[in-house]
């Protein structure tokens, strides 16, 4: 599976010093889980959570997911020896929070592979402080040679530094989703959804997944797994969605239609730009069912 196709509805946080939850994890439906070192882990029990992770990746159990730890900062006493061992862990990709600017790219990039990293290693990081949005172009832009594939909205800590409020709307974080969106996409990025705090409100909780749907990003990352199945049904095609490709592939297909550049499927304008979005929207659907 390409990393581009690989489906990352639903990303599930959990903190490191929860075994119940790592263990818990290996049969939740989630796409990917996120094993939390960072804000999730008080500093006291860092290094007890760390070994924890470490443990749970090692034994393995957890199938198709894919697997990706979240280390601390590298200005913080951990953030090195959680790089390290992340490094070799057996994880698809190691999470590094509050970058700022290209050079964290690079070195993060550079630190996986002195730790022995293997090239397919990926990096991911969150876009979750006020510089990492004024440089998101650079920082995106550093992703030609390096290990970084993903972008991971992180609107707790941007509401924070902004001091804006998390209204329903998600006014005060426009500018930043959209530029993260774009950015990723004009260097073939992954982009993740920032998390959503109220675990209760069912509505609100999919009014969001829909809006950060609509925004473009690949999926959302969750904090509980009562959030699981609404993230895994509004980021995956819907079934009208895969029929619409379908015809649209067929349509041009057919050699009655050779050398067109527009057609008209099913009553809509459609180009040869919509083919090759109706081969992704094909190519994510297949990848999902082949995650059952
Ligand atoms: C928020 C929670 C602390 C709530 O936990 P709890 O009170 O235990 O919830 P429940 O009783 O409803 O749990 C029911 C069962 O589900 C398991 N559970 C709960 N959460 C998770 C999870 N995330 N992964 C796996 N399993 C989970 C419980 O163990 C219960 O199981 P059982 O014993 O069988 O009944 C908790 O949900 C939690 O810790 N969530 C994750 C928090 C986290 O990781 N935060 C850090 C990432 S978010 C962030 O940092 C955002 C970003 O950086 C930004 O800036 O925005
Ligand atoms: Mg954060």
């Given at each position: 599976?390409?990393?581009?196709?690989?489906?990352?509805?639903?990303?599930?946080y959990m903190p490191?010093?929860n075994?119940?939850a790592?263990?818990?994890?290996?049969?939740?439906?989630?796409?990917?889980?996120?094993?939390?070192?960072?804000?999730?882990?008080?500093?006291?029990?860092?290094?007890?959570?760390?070994?924890?992770?470490?443990?749970?990746?090692?034994?393995?159990?957890?199938?198709?997911?894919?697997?990706?730890?979240?280390?601390?900062?590298?200005?913080?006493?951990?953030?090195?020896?959680?790089?390290?061992?992340?490094?070799?862990?057996?994880?698809?990709?190691?999470?590094?929070?509050?970058?700022?600017?290209?050079?964290?790219?690079?070195?993060?990039?550079?630190?996986?592979?002195?730790?022995?990293?293997?090239?397919?290693?990926?990096?991911?990081?969150?876009?979750?402080?006020?510089?990492?949005?004024?440089?998101?172009?650079?920082?995106?832009?550093?992703?030609?040679?390096?290990?970084?594939?993903?972008?991971?909205?992180?609107?707790?800590?941007?509401?924070?530094?902004?001091?804006?409020?998390?209204?329903?709307?998600?006014?005060?974080?426009?500018?930043?989703?959209?530029?993260?969106?774009?950015?990723?996409?004009?260097?073939?990025?992954?982009?993740?959804?920032?998390?959503?705090?109220?675990?209760?409100?069912?509505?609100?909780?999919?009014?969001?997944?829909?809006?950060?749907?609509?925004?473009?990003?690949?999926?959302?990352?969750?904090?509980?797994?009562?959030?699981?199945?609404?993230?895994?049904?509004?980021?995956?095609?819907?079934?009208?969605?895969?029929?619409?490709?379908?015809?649209?592939?067929?349509?041009?297909?057919?050699?009655?239609?050779?050398?067109?550049?527009?057609?008209?499927?099913?009553?809509?304008?459609?180009?040869?730009?919509?083919?090759?979005?109706?081969?992704?929207?094909?190519?994510?659907?297949?990848?999902?069912?082949?995650?059952?």
């Amino acid at each position: 599976m390409s990393t581009q196709h690989r489906p990352r509805r639903s990303c599930l946080y959990m903190p490191g010093a929860n075994t119940r939850a790592l263990e818990k994890a290996r049969d939740l439906p989630a796409d990917t889980l996120i094993l939390d070192l960072e804000d999730a882990v008080a500093p006291d029990a860092k290094e007890e959570a760390r070994a924890a992770i470490l443990a749970a990746v090692k034994a393995g159990g957890y199938g198709k997911r894919e697997i990706v730890i979240r280390m601390n900062g590298l200005d913080t006493p951990w953030g090195h020896d959680d790089l390290k061992a992340i490094a070799t862990s057996g994880a698809h990709a190691v999470l590094a929070p509050k970058v700022t600017g290209h050079r964290d790219i690079e070195r993060l990039s550079t630190l996986l592979k002195e730790a022995g990293a293997s090239d397919t290693m990926a990096l991911w990081v969150m876009i979750e402080t006020p510089l990492a949005i004024l440089n998101i172009k650079d920082i995106a832009a550093a992703s030609i040679g390096t290990h970084l594939t993903t972008f991971v909205m992180g609107t707790n800590d941007l509401a924070k530094e902004y001091r804006a409020r998390m209204t329903p709307d998600r006014l005060a974080f426009q500018t930043a989703l959209q530029l993260s969106i774009a950015a990723a996409r004009a260097y073939g990025l992954v982009a993740i959804d920032g998390v959503y705090n109220d675990i209760k409100n069912e509505n609100g909780f999919r009014d969001e997944c829909e809006q950060g749907r609509d925004l473009g990003f690949d999926g959302k990352t969750l904090i509980h797994p009562s959030q699981l199945e609404e993230a895994n049904r509004i980021f995956a095609p819907s079934h009208h969605d895969v029929e619409q490709a379908k015809a649209v592939i067929e349509a041009f297909a057919d050699p009655a239609n050779a050398g067109k550049g527009v057609l008209k499927v099913n009553g809509k304008m459609t180009e040869l730009l919509h083919l090759e979005e109706a081969r992704r929207t094909v190519e994510m659907d297949e990848a999902i069912r082949a995650l059952a």
